[in-house]
């Protein structure tokens, strides 16, 4: 009764929508099988889900979703890890090493840095701890650091796989580990004049030497592309590290950027060393710095937690941050069952599965979803507007769905929709999860009518172009049922 009070309501907008679809797909310069749509009535807590869509395209066709996807993670997330999750990263000591350094001011074993994925563990952060494991009475560190990356499998990304795209070095591409520090980003900054190249980083890391190979050209500074630099770095015997750039770079420019110029190793490297000696502490000469795993009597000495889930999640979904959507993918899969093998399992498979046993046991369609990494940044993930709307109507009816819904940026006003729909109808009527790759797009989430009744929204469009023509398609839609 309620979904057809509502759907009679909105019957004349809704069959404008409906008659208008396939005109407007091929007006966009679209194939018809190049795009899928589902619009559908948000059923209240305790009404039945609607089973039939006001409006369907192709919602059973199986598309990339691109960061639409992130709509997955988020609730599986929220669901399983919880609204009060954090992630953590710890340091720890031998006791009975860390009750004499007490009194000695010195530690004779390693100190232990396991991580366990926390996605804001920064610069400060590393600081912070190592304030905290000063104020213990430590100042020499004669055993060096040991980095536990051991909390997600495999512990680093394979050097040998492929990239994305031609920018492996860009934020939005990171991949992350156990022990990601700042999301494995450095700025640098590059300013030249007429004769050279001076090279800086922000950070100042003391360690660091830069140094600039780079060929002057008379090219454009506008022109100027940073992921065609070649980087070569080495350890220096007195502990520093040297990073060379090599390449072209236009004379009288400045270009700076963050961006993963160093290895894991050498950033936390260069980051310890710095900032232990901020603080007065000592240690071997050099620093040294191995990987390993925090022996089971270890103590904590520091801790650095992040904020809690739902407020990360506003960063995720506004921001569409591919490296946290990784990053609380791989905590899913952390929850898989551990098996009598001691072989660690892939933790991204294990996610994949945790996630498709989460949507089975809701009774919500699996059927070709394809999650991957988690964050849509992949040429593999599949998921239908049907699939994904279904999502959207359970979300809605959890404790956590408002967690979920807050966290979708709001057409018009903040993260990926503030430049979009701002002067239309639908401006801060639309909470929706954007997607987007070079060969595609989507909007997914929640529309306001008229009389501010919610509205689930799918769209996805999969074509060559599919940004420049499936983009205002998409916003066109919305605006539509923004005025059901």
């Excluded at 502990?239 to 400045?254: K, M, Q, Y």
């Excluded at 919500?364 to 940044?377: A, F, R, W």
């Excluded at 018009?412 to 909470?431: C, E, F, H, K, V």
């Amino acid at each position: 009764m309620f979904i057809l009070l509502l759907s009679g309501c909105a019957s004349q907008p809704a069959f404008q929508l409906r008659h208008d679809l396939q005109q407007q797909i091929l007006a966009a310069g679209l194939q018809p099988d190049q795009v899928a749509l589902v619009v559908l009535p948000v059923a209240m807590p305790g009404e039945p889900a609607a089973n039939t869509a006001v409006i369907q395209h192709n919602a059973d066709l199986l598309l990339q979703p691109a960061s639409t996807l992130k709509l997955v993670t988020s609730a599986v997330a929220l669901d399983q890890l919880g609204p009060l999750w954090r992630g953590e990263t710890e340091f720890l000591a031998d006791a009975a090493d860390l009750a004499q350094a007490r009194q000695s001011g010195i530690l004779t074993k390693p100190l232990y840095v396991r991580g366990k994925g926390d996605p804001e563990l920064d610069y400060a952060a590393v600081s912070s701890m190592l304030a905290q494991l000063y104020n213990e009475g430590v100042r020499e560190l004669r055993a060096g650091v040991l980095l536990d990356r051991s909390w997600f499998s495999p512990l680093l990304p394979d050097p040998a796989a492929p990239p994305f795209d031609e920018s492996p070095r860009a934020r939005y591409n990171y991949i992350p580990d156990a022990l990601g520090l700042n999301q494995q980003m450095l700025q640098l900054r590059l300013r030249s004049d007429a004769t050279g190249v001076q090279l800086s980083s922000l950070p100042v890391l003391t360690d660091l030497r830069l140094r600039s190979e780079l060929r002057l050209t008379d090219a454009r500074c506008d022109l100027f592309n940073p992921d065609l630099l070649v980087l070569n770095e080495r350890m220096l015997p007195d502990g520093g590290i040297e990073l060379v750039l090599r390449g072209e770079f236009p004379r009288n420019c400045l270009h700076q950027e963050d961006a993963a110029w160093l290895s894991r190793d050498a950033q936390w490297q260069l980051s310890l060393s710095q900032f232990w000696r901020q603080l007065g502490g000592r240690f071997g000469a050099p620093l040294l710095v191995q990987q390993g795993q925090t022996p089971a009597d270890a103590v904590v000495v520091a801790q650095h937690f992040s904020r809690p889930l739902p407020q990360l999640l506003q960063q995720l979904n506004k921001n569409s941050d591919n490296g946290l959507a990784r990053t609380l993918a791989l905590q899913l899969g952390r929850l898989a069952p551990v098996g009598a093998d001691p072989q660690q399992p892939d933790t991204a498979q294990a996610a994949e599965q945790i996630v498709l046993q989460w949507l089975s046991q809701r009774q919500l369609p699996t059927q070709g979803l394809v999650l991957d990494n988690g964050s849509g940044l992949s040429r593999q993930a599949r998921i239908s507007a049907s699939q994904l709307a279904a999502l959207l109507q359970h979300a809605w009816q959890q404790p956590w769905g408002l967690d979920l819904a807050s966290s979708l940026p709001r057409a018009g006003i903040d993260g990926t929709l503030q430049n979009r729909m701002s002067t239309t109808p639908a401006r801060d009527r639309a909470r929706l999860k954007t997607g987007t790759l070079r060969n595609g797009t989507g909007l997914a989430g929640y529309v306001f009518d008229r009389q501010q009744r919610p509205w689930i929204f799918v769209g996805l469009v999969n074509a060559e172009q599919g940004v420049a023509k499936g983009r205002p398609l998409l916003d066109q839609w919305v605006q539509q049922v923004s005025q059901f």
